[in-house]
């Protein structure tokens, strides 16, 4: 293992906007991306941190440099008080120091470097030891490996998930039969569907009581950009499950070329009877086996869908890495608790589900006063 230092053969560490990496430094990324199974999230690509650059101030790529070459790429998110975060963090399902194998780093010295004071992530994958410990906690990221099907979705399903295939089958048809022929489109290219997705998805979260993410005008022109971004190692996918010619549930997420990350879905509540975001998810895992994908990332968080179609877990890690600093330890002082009280309520049942119906309690009367299901989703600009 070598270490990352400011002296000998081994030398500095550069400092870039995400959104003006140069194509000499991006391919250096992706590289390093190729070169080990835990950098193939699409998460993890540049083109996730340049799209994040892009829609908010302060994101920064830090390169680490041996002998000249460019080894290692860290993308975060700075303020004005040098307070670091994961960059894309609340939005991104995996995060890393991407690097060449046999790097290490100092994390000490990587933060001053990049003039902060303390980094906060919450999807950190399992191999970055530098980071080891300033973890407060780690946490299962359900995965779905994938192997292309013979013959069709029907025989696919029923190989691969014997337990609910014949449930979902029935609804599928129950559906088509209601409202006219299903219909599966992986790759979508309509932006109008993108939009319906979002008001699902803003109508979702004010029922749930939870913040509507798509209230916030950078979010929508991030995801205006990714579904734009069509690159080997990141590309955006919006699948669609149609009944007849009308959309009732869809996805949208980031796919590299061979990990598949689950990300925003919704459906119509109109048809949730037939259970279409368990469809929708098993209409994908089928099709992105086909196209090459080798495993399906449904992110941190307990679901029940999750429970269903994992074929096992990554473990992920949340902490803040800190340097000696009067702003890391007010910081880690406000955020570690509000941290610690969410994750224990979320690892308790008997805390959990009454926290939930609190939450869809007060959705519901916020809902009940507004006007319009899409009136959270800015107009595009």
């Not at 995801?223 to 869809?250: C, K, N």
């Not at 368990?278 to 994908?284: D, E, Q």
Request: proline content about 6%; overall charge positive; glycine content about 10%.
């Amino acid at each position: 293992m070598r270490s990352i230092s400011s002296d000998g053969d081994i030398t500095d560490i550069s400092i870039h906007r995400a959104e003006h990496l140069d194509a000499s430094l991006s391919r250096a990324w992706h590289k390093a991306m190729d070169e080990s199974p835990d950098y193939a999230n699409p998460f993890l690509a540049p083109e996730f941190a340049a799209g994040i650059g892009g829609c908010r101030g302060g994101a920064r790529v830090a390169v680490l440099h041996e002998r000249g070459e460019p080894v290692g790429f860290f993308p975060y998110e700075r303020n004005s008080l040098g307070v670091g975060r994961a960059i894309g963090l609340g939005l991104s399902d995996c995060q890393a120091l991407v690097h060449r194998p046999g790097i290490t780093w100092d994390t000490e010295q990587l933060l001053r470097a990049c003039g902060l004071s303390v980094f906060e992530f919450d999807h950190l994958v399992a191999e970055q030891k530098p980071f080891g410990r300033h973890v407060t906690g780690t946490f299962p990221s359900p995965v779905l490996d994938l192997k292309p099907g013979d013959g069709d979705y029907a025989q696919w399903l029923r190989a691969t998930y014997p337990g609910i295939a014949k449930t979902t089958l029935k609804k599928e048809r129950r559906l088509g039969r209601d409202l006219g022929e299903m219909r599966f489109v992986f790759d979508e290219r309509d932006p109008r569907v993108l939009r319906t997705l979002m008001r699902w998805k803003s109508a979702q979260y004010r029922r749930t009581g939870r913040m509507d993410r798509f209230a916030r005008p950078w979010i929508v022109d991030l995801v205006d950009h990714l579904f734009q971004v069509r690159e080997e190692h990141f590309t955006g996918v919006l699948s669609v499950v149609y009944a007849g010619d009308r959309p009732v549930a869809a996805h949208f997420g980031p796919r590299s070329r061979t990990v598949f990350a689950a990300w925003f879905t919704a459906y119509d509540p109109e048809f949730r009877y037939y259970s279409p975001g368990l469809i929708m998810h098993l209409r994908m895992a089928e099709a992105a086996a086909r196209d090459g994908v080798r495993l399906m990332d449904m992110g941190r968080g307990d679901k029940e869908y999750k429970d269903w179609l994992k074929t096992r877990e990554l473990r992920v890690a949340e902490g803040f890495a800190t340097r000696s600093h009067p702003v890391a330890t007010a910081h880690r002082l406000w955020r570690r608790p509000v941290r610690g009280l969410r994750n224990t309520v979320l690892a308790h049942p008997t805390l959990r589900e009454p926290a939930d119906r609190l939450l869809k309690t007060v959705g519901t009367l916020r809902t009940s006063g507004r006007t319009g299901s899409g009136s959270a989703v800015p107009r595009p600009r």
